[in-house]
């Protein structure tokens, strides 16, 4: 997945390999002020979740072959201050962290979440 200026927003792209081509990009998010670029993890069977940061939620979307891209979900009403991570494992278990703003001034703390 990676990140694409679009006027003074940016995209979310992805593309997987489908046989010895890589197809097009889906936009996977658009229209954001991102900070880096989200992240995207896929388990063994080729189901896919990418995250984001996007006006101050943490924010996923799922791919599922042969169905496409599901709508995105905001994983968290938190203020999150920086990068969303997420690693997945082979059998389809996803989790996902962040970091979130604190009561004071430079203060964080991380949260996050098991996905399916």
Known sequence: MWRVKNGSRYDLRAS?????????PDTVAS????????DLAVD????????????????????????????????????????VRVVAG????????WAVAGAKSGEHAISGAVLR
């Open 31 to 38: 229209g954001l002020v991102v900070w880096g670029s989200g």
């Open 16 to 24: 997987r390999r489908a046989g010895t081509a890589w197809p097009a």
């Open 90 to 97: 082979p059998r389809g278990h996803v989790a996902a962290w």
């Open 44 to 83: 063994g069977s080729g189901n896919a979740v990418a995250v984001w940061h996007a006006d101050g939620a943490a924010m996923r979307r799922r791919f599922t072959p042969g169905a496409g891209w599901k709508p995105a979900e905001s994983l968290t009403s938190d203020v999150v201050t920086t990068r």
